[in-house]
């Protein structure tokens, strides 16, 4: 919660005492966790090497459950894409992905971290980092198809992905259907307000800056605005 109100020092506080008290209590898989917790904050600060390093980190206890190791591939992925390695990013989204497969064939699964709502979590990350690769209209397509999956009710994961969808559909030049996909997000993210969410949203309201003279981005501007009104969060 500290995370999605913008209040980045007291998540990384929040996120050492959780490790703390999982180690006294002999919970050994939530300091692992922890570490990719943390690279998601380095990685929307824009720090590609620490996202990196804390997701590599987390993956090197052989010991951790293939769920968490899988979620810490997915983030490693997404600081190379940061970072324009695209190799290396493929590789890291390749372990995610069997991972994730180890995971669906334990026989006695333990409690599931992180997100439910994404029916297949490796092929969304995939459309992500597509994006940050410089590859829109491929991650497009991508998030299109993912986004499909993703439960009716699970309103905040689909505002999450489907700016980040919306994102892509503009960097591939389709403007009139990014503003479409945006403007059935807008209500639910001044809603919730998620610093997370907002700082897709601000990217896609520099994105459409581009094309001021395209009316559904004239449309949609007042609405981006008042999303991204600090008052707000």
Known sequence: MAQEAGNTRAALSWTADAVLLAQAGGDRHLAAYALVRRALVTFYDGDAVATVGLAAQAQSNGLVPPRIRGLAAQREAQGHALAGDELACMR???RARRC??????????????????????????????????????????????E?????????????RYGFRRALAHAAAGE??????????????????????????????ADELGRFRVNRAVRDLQPALA???????I
């Open 92 to 94: 890291a989204l390749e």
């Open 100 to 145: 994730f497969v180890s995971a669906a064939e334990e026989a006695e699964p333990g409690p599931v971290i992180g997100t439910t709502n994404l029916a297949d979590p490796a092929a969304m990350v995939t459309g992500w980092c597509l994006h940050d690769l410089g590859s829109p209209r491929e991650a497009a397509q991508v998030l299109d198809r």
């Open 147 to 159: 986004f499909l999956r993703i439960p009716p009710n699970a309103l905040r994961t689909r505002t």
């Open 175 to 204: 403007i009139e259907h990014a503003c479409a996909i945006a403007r059935e997000l807008l209500d639910v993210s001044v809603a919730a307000p998620s610093a997370t969410v907002r700082s897709d949203i601000r990217r896609l």
């Open 226 to 232: 008042w999303a991204l009104k600090p008052a707000r």
